[in-house]
């Protein structure tokens, strides 16, 4: 069996030099037993107490590379005392120091079978090769791997010598390289973002926080008679917002044996947003003589509060939408009459298509003009998203998220504020973990 740890990945070849290492500091006498195995030295040792005399002592055959040290990402150790090779303390000590953070290798002790106490292997790619084989296919792909890392040694001059590498050096620069690319695709998502939309980037701590920006200073900004609304009016509007449901037909549970097909919509989100507008104006309280259709149509938008008493249509996936333990419940029947709170489109829907008996009990309404910036803001999102997306540019999926949080930005939950005496700094401090 080879023992020259050269034939070892890189990092191992690194993390021998470090167990070694930490070893001689205990007065632990560490000798490197077993390294890279070829596929006739592993296939002559799976025939070992099956074709051949003696025990047998391993489960892995050569032919398919089922041991990690044909991967060269293992060794077997020893203790360098006659008569005291495989001495279970010496393994166990060996053991601590080898899983420890100055080390970091895995270790075959640990596993329920078979035990093997004297081997080592980086535990980065699991107890098995078969995340190697998943990922490399072939071990002459995973060696390119590595083969290229030595390259790179060679190349930042972090090699000391055949077998050892300054890993500091090699971290340092890579760190640099990671924050080097960071800052230029930053740059790049910068400019990008300032010609498209005149925003700078560098002003906001996240996605959402630019997304909002985008709609203030495109489409809620340049109209004056739009209006933000909060207290009581807030709370009110707030109960017209649902939500998406994930539900079966009828709600019931169903068990199919045959194929499912599933359906993926482009950017849904978006597309509904392409059919939003805002209203200029305020609110106006709705009398009680305009709380009727009539009056209502004529309004650019408006939000009731209605009761239904019946509903005269049915369908798989009803519109209804009934809370039921503080969950909106999307429901096709009702016992007795429900109150819920509608906007002037979701109200049209359940006349047209669940046939409702209602009566009006409150709300508001908008008589100001409708405007149509926010579908061309939203357009125009998409299609630089679009324009990135056929550069194969990853500019495109942040292009995505910004219209998913344009989405969510318009339907915030209004943020509520409470003041709170807290005694003592230990219960500040306790107070501030649970919550924060």
Same mark, same amino acid.
């Given at each position: ?33 077993? =390294? ?18 003696? $025990? ?21 150790? @020893? ?54 084989? #998943? ?39 890579? =760190? ?16 990008? @973002? ?44 707030? #109960? ?5 449901? =994930? ?38 309280? /709705? ?20 009761? /239904?008493?019946?509903?005269? #249509? ?64 939203? $357009? ?21 998220? /910004? ?24 219960? $500040? ?8």
């Amino acid at each position: 069996m080879a023992r020259n740890i050269n034939q070892l990945h890189p990092w191992m070849q690194y993390k021998i030099y470090l167990l070694k290492k930490e070893c001689k500091k205990q007065g632990l006498q560490l000798g490197i037993g077993e =390294c890279f195995r070829s596929v006739k030295e592993q296939e002559d040792l799976y025939a070992k107490g099956r074709s051949t005399p003696g $025990k047998i002592v391993t489960n892995a055959r050569g032919k398919s590379f089922s041991s990690q040290h044909q991967w060269g990402i293992a060794v077997d150790i @020893f203790q360098n005392i006659r008569g005291k090779e495989y001495e279970d303390a010496f393994m166990k000590k060996v053991a601590k120091i080898a899983k420890s953070k100055k080390v970091g290798l895995s270790w075959g002790g640990d596993w329920k079978s078979p035990v093997d106490t004297p081997h080592f292997y980086l535990g980065k790619w699991g107890s098995t090769p078969s995340l190697l084989k #998943k990922k490399y296919g072939s071990f002459s792909e995973f060696q390119k791997e590595y083969e290229q890392f030595e390259k790179n040694i060679d190349k930042i001059g972090a090699r000391i010598d055949e077998r050892y590498f300054d890993m500091f050096k090699y971290a340092e620069f890579y =760190c640099k390289q990671d924050v080097r690319i960071l800052r230029e695709s930053f740059n790049v998502f910068r400019q990008g @973002f300032k010609s498209d939309f005149n925003i700078d980037v560098v002003n906001f701590i996240s996605i959402s926080s630019l997304a909002n920006e985008v709609f203030n200073h495109n489409v809620y900004y340049p109209n004056k008679n739009l209006f933000k609304v909060g207290g009581h009016v807030r709370h009110f509007l707030s #109960k017209a917002v649902y939500g998406g449901r =994930c539900m079966c037909a009828y709600n019931k549970k169903w068990y199919v044996e045959a194929n499912i097909c599933d359906y993926d919509a482009v950017s849904l989100y978006p597309s509904a947003m392409a059919r939003l507008w805002t209203v200029e104006g305020r609110p106006n309280v /709705i009398s009680d003589s305009h709380l009727n259709l009539e009056f209502l149509s004529k309004q650019a938008a408006y939000i009731v509060e209605i009761k /239904i008493t019946a509903v005269h #249509k049915h369908y798989p996936f009803p519109l209804i939408v009934q809370k039921i333990n503080g969950l909106n419940v999307n429901c096709d029947e009702i016992t007795e009459p429900i109150t819920i709170v509608v906007d002037n489109i979701m109200l049209e829907d359940l006349i047209n298509f669940q046939q409702i008996e209602f009566e009006f009990i409150k709300g508001y309404y908008w008589d100001g003009e409708r405007d149509t910036r926010i579908q061309d803001e939203i $357009k125009k999102i998409f299609q630089k998203r679009v324009e990135y997306k056929r550069q194969k540019n990853p500019l495109q999926q942040l292009y995505k998220l /910004i219209m998913n949080s344009c989405y969510g930005k318009t339907i915030e939950k209004p943020v509520e504020k409470d003041i709170k005496y807290i005694r003592g700094f230990e219960d $500040k401090e306790k107070y501030i973990r649970k919550n924060y």
